[in-house]
């Protein structure tokens, strides 16, 4: 009853009386009543005011109290670690993000995101003590039974790394493990633009390119937890090779670093003034370099954006007719290079699916942009202790007790 009770006052992330937790839930007053009176007693929810008088008495509104402790939230990407401290109701309190090679191997980065929460948690005058738990997402496939990463083709060194019991031996705290798109499928689906949507796809753009999949408010994982991919699906049989060992995926002719070389040969071939001056000074190209080139002008550097955006487009417009979903969002970092990129994908889309399909389908760029790896780690971590915790146990004293 006490794990009811708390998801139904994350789900709704406002005040509720024990009234309506009771309604909501099948259960008479009373009963709320006792196992909502011992989770306040135990400092994880608390009162938040009183509901507008009628003519009755007012009746108490509860909820889960931020003094209950932390969350911690790890986004681990191919180049990039990205460490939040939120509430249990996924409020990010606290966030720090560092470029960082996951090349480096799973020791050190582990050893880095532990660092990087003590540093969050002692500026909030609180220690991994305060942890109840943690979520990290990684860029690669994951086997749910053991939080084992299994062939991430972004992640040499990872393979079959126990990434669950090895941070957890860090923290000393329970830690969840999932790829890094589902955390940000659950993060959106949770707090952003996808809020309670039954059906959606989100897709994340970056230096990989893969998809979190909603159905009927479920993720959907699939047999062994590598649902969704779609930058490994095979676009261009005669393409260039993939990270994967594959030939011609999404992935290898659309994600950031497929951007920045075509970027780079247009330059080169004089087809792209703007971005052959960035070169020039650079060095060297990124997705981001592309796109401001492409915003400011340049036709080599839109055709660029214009056929790599063109082509995610056409892999969705599969998986529309598949789906069928209500919403598609989509995120991750070089989704934010520029209009240009989600328009040509929302063209491809509508002209390569069906017209029932799409005629109410919306694709929208992530609410929470950035913060939706962060987000949906706490989700998901917060979501799944509570199915395992006890508030009697010593792990659920709140912060300062």
């Not at 009963?31 to 008495?57: N, W, Y």
Request: proline residues 4%; negative net charge.
């Amino acid at each position: 009853m006490q794990a009811a009770i708390l998801r139904l006052l994350l789900a709704a992330a406002t005040p509720v009386t024990r009234s309506e937790l009771g309604l909501r839930l099948g259960v008479g007053r009373n009963t709320v009543g006792l196992e909502v009176r011992r989770l306040l007693d135990a400092g994880i929810l608390e009162a938040a005011g009183f509901t507008e008088s009628h003519g009755g008495r007012r009746s108490l509104l509860v909820r889960v109290s931020p003094a209950a402790g932390y969350v911690g939230a790890v986004d681990l990407g191919a180049t990039s670690i990205d460490v939040a401290i939120t509430t249990l109701a996924s409020e990010v309190v606290a966030q720090a993000a560092e470029d960082v090679d996951v090349a480096i191997g799973p020791r050190a980065i582990l050893d880095k995101a532990t660092t990087m929460l003590c540093e969050l948690l002692a500026g909030r005058g609180a220690d991994l003590a305060d942890l109840r738990a943690v979520g990290i997402g990684v860029p690669g496939p994951v086997a749910q039974a053991d939080g084992r990463v299994v062939a991430p083709p972004l992640m040499p060194g990872w393979n079959d790394f126990p990434v669950r019991d090895a941070l957890a031996e860090l923290v000393a705290c329970p830690v969840f493990v999932d790829n890094d798109v589902n955390l940000m499928a659950i993060g959106e689906h949770a707090r952003g633009v996808a809020r309670d949507v039954a059906d959606f796809v989100f897709v994340k753009v970056g230096t990989g390119i893969g998809t979190g999949l909603f159905v009927n408010s479920a993720l959907v994982r699939g047999a062994d937890g590598c649902a969704g991919d779609l930058g490994h699906v095979c676009v261009e049989p005669a393409g260039p090779t993939c990270s994967c060992g594959n030939v011609g995926c999404l992935e290898a002719v659309a994600a950031g670093p497929a951007i920045a070389r075509a970027g780079e040969e247009a330059a080169r071939a004089g087809r792209a003034r703007l971005l052959a001056a960035t070169l020039e000074r650079k060095g060297a190209l990124d997705a981001r370099d592309v796109g401001d080139a492409a915003g400011h002008g340049d036709l080599g550097a839109l055709t660029v954006v214009r056929e790599a955006a063109g082509r995610i487009g056409a892999a969705l417009a599969t998986m529309v007719s598949l789906l069928n979903p209500s919403v598609i969002v989509i995120g991750g970092g070089v989704s934010r290079i520029g209009h240009v990129f989600l328009a040509e994908i929302r063209t491809a889309v509508y002209a390569r699916s069906l017209p029932l399909a799409t005629r109410n389908l919306p694709i929208v760029p992530s609410a929470l942009a950035a913060d939706a790896g962060v987000v949906g780690a706490s989700v998901l971590a917060t979501g799944l202790l509570i199915d395992v915790a006890d508030v009697r146990e010593e792990r659920w004293v709140p912060i300062g007790r």
